[in-house]
């Protein structure tokens, strides 16, 4: 008999750890850091081909110190008292620019560690209308930390990550650092046919993130961009009867498996992972509008569904998500500036898609806010 065109193969290599998480389940490392894959001689000192790091000190470090679980705490809610007419935060040179018609936005002439009260109070309202604000020539990235997450805790008490590295000192600071000549990228495409990661930020605690702060250190000229979901949006797009059978559901969000990947790659665990129960759809504190909150990165199942039965229906609302370009926007990053977005009723992807090896290197500033909760369905 010919020889079959295809041939069987025996498999003589097992997947790694990794390659085994990241196959099991929906959660997906297409950003995983650890020590090991920092190139801190590079960072610091650069070659010919890459400069050194602008903010060193920002450099992450995994420091293996344990925190207990969170205790409940009553949420602050800025934007409850902010005038919407925003005299504040948009006084005297501010320019907004929509970046489409029904999120993102882009502002200039606003220095936001210089507002005051008010004008905090404003900027929690004015994000949580537009879920997601880039503001160009910030100077947060060259104010003392401590002052930065100062102006961060306005909002609510800054979120420990369980697994990330940070500056040294600075627990609460979350990094997102790519060195430069890193090939994880080049690597995660060897399994992966594209990098994004829909998720709103650690939905796994009781009292997720709010008002939520992300600056760029350093990046590459082009590439590197952030995806956004309008959720609020995303759900009034769904029928009356459908949204209607949503009413009532609850999801788990797990941090069990970014805690396992994180082990898996040789990294730390500084809290120890928890799972909780959140409704599928949340009601916005200040606006009162409703926002799917589910998401392919921390959501597990629907409870009270069978297995098959809240895949489906998670599948859908994941695919709805995605598939949603007229609810998303993509947000590129210039030296200077500060995304500021609403957790609660966004979710968003970062983008693996630059190939020269540039170092991508920002900051997150992460108050927590309430437990998500949903008001009674009106129709
Ligand atoms: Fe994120």
Same mark, same amino acid.
């Given at each position: 008999?010919?020889?079959?065109?295809?041939?069987?193969?025996?498999?003589?290599?097992?997947?790694?750890?990794?390659?085994?998480?990241?196959?099991?389940?929906?959660?997906?490392?297409?950003?995983?850091?650890?020590?090991?894959?920092?190139?801190?001689?590079?960072?610091?000192?650069?070659?010919?081909?890459?400069?050194?790091?602008?903010?060193?000190?920002?450099?992450?470090?995994?420091?293996?110190?344990?925190?207990?679980?969170?205790?409940?705490?009553?949420?602050?809610?800025?934007?409850?008292?902010?005038?919407? +007419?925003?005299?504040?935060?948009?006084?005297?040179?501010?320019?907004?620019?929509?970046?489409?018609?029904?999120?993102?936005?882009?502002?200039?002439?606003?220095?936001?560690?210089?507002?005051?009260?008010?004008?905090?109070?404003?900027?929690?309202?004015?994000?949580?209308?537009?879920?997601?604000?880039?503001?160009?020539?910030?100077?947060?990235?060259?104010?003392?930390?401590?002052?930065?997450?100062?102006?961060?805790?306005?909002?609510?008490?800054?979120?420990?990550?369980?697994?990330?590295?940070?500056?040294?000192?600075?627990?609460?600071?979350?990094?997102?650092?790519?060195?430069?000549?890193?090939?994880?990228?080049?690597?995660?495409?060897?399994?992966?046919?594209?990098?994004?990661?829909?998720?709103?930020?650690?939905?796994?605690?009781?009292?997720?993130?709010?008002?939520?702060?992300?600056?760029?250190?350093?990046?590459?000229?082009?590439?590197?961009?952030?995806?956004?979901?309008?959720?609020?949006?995303?759900?009034?797009?769904?029928?009356?009867?459908?949204?209607?059978?949503?009413?009532?559901?609850?999801?788990?969000?797990?941090?069990?498996?970014?805690? +396992?990947?994180?082990?898996?790659?040789?990294?730390?665990?500084?809290?120890?992972?928890?799972?909780?129960?959140?409704?599928?759809?949340?009601?916005?504190?200040?606006?009162?509008?409703?926002?799917?909150?589910?998401?392919?990165?921390?959501?597990?199942?629907?409870?009270?569904?069978?297995?098959?039965?809240?895949?489906?229906?998670?599948?859908?609302?994941?695919?709805?998500?995605?598939?949603?370009?007229?609810?998303?926007?993509?947000?590129?990053?210039?030296?200077?500036?500060?995304?500021?977005?609403?957790?609660?009723?966004?979710?968003?992807?970062?983008?693996?898609?630059?190939?020269?090896?540039?170092?991508?290197?920002?900051?997150?500033?992460?108050?927590?806010?309430?437990?998500?909760?949903?008001?009674?369905?009106?129709?």
């Amino acid at each position: 008999m010919a020889p079959a065109l295809v041939e069987t193969t025996t498999l003589v290599e097992y997947p790694s750890d990794r390659q085994l998480l990241q196959e099991n389940g929906d959660h997906k490392e297409a950003f995983a850091q650890a020590a090991r894959s920092t190139n801190y001689e590079l960072e610091l000192k650069g070659d010919e081909k890459h400069a050194a790091a602008k903010y060193p000190h920002y450099l992450p470090y995994w420091d293996d110190t344990k925190y207990p679980p969170y205790e409940p705490f009553e949420a602050v809610e800025p934007g409850k008292d902010a005038d919407p +007419a925003f005299p504040n935060l948009l006084a005297g040179d501010a320019n907004v620019q929509e970046l489409t018609g029904n999120i993102g936005a882009t502002v200039t002439g606003v220095q936001l560690s210089k507002l005051n009260k008010a004008g905090k109070d404003e900027l929690a309202l004015f994000v949580a209308q537009k879920k997601v604000v880039a503001f160009r020539n910030q100077d947060f990235a060259d104010l003392p930390i401590q002052e930065a997450l100062d102006f961060a805790e306005y909002y609510g008490p800054s979120h420990i990550h369980p697994a990330s590295g940070a500056p040294k000192g600075f627990p609460k600071i979350h990094l997102v650092h790519r060195s430069a000549a890193d090939t994880t990228a080049r690597d995660f495409f060897e399994h992966q046919t594209n990098s994004i990661t829909w998720h709103t930020d650690v939905s796994y605690e009781m009292q997720p993130p709010g008002t939520t702060f992300l600056y760029l250190l350093d990046g590459p000229t082009a590439g590197g961009d952030t995806l956004f979901a309008n959720q609020a949006e995303a759900y009034k797009r769904l029928s009356p009867e459908f949204q209607k059978r949503l009413h009532g559901l609850k999801a788990v969000h797990s941090g069990h498996e970014q805690a +396992a990947s994180a082990l898996a790659r040789g990294s730390i665990v500084r809290r120890e992972p928890v799972s909780n129960e959140h409704p599928v759809v949340r009601t916005h504190p200040v606006t009162g509008e409703k926002a799917l909150y589910v998401n392919p990165q921390f959501t597990r199942r629907i409870v009270g569904f069978k297995k098959e039965e809240s895949d489906y229906l998670l599948k859908f609302l994941y695919d709805h998500i995605a598939l949603g370009a007229d609810f998303q926007a993509r947000v590129k990053w210039e030296a200077g500036t500060v995304i500021v977005w609403d957790n609660r009723v966004t979710s968003h992807s970062a983008i693996l898609d630059w190939k020269d090896g540039s170092r991508r290197h920002l900051a997150r500033l992460t108050p927590r806010a309430e437990r998500p909760f949903e008001t009674p369905f009106e129709g």
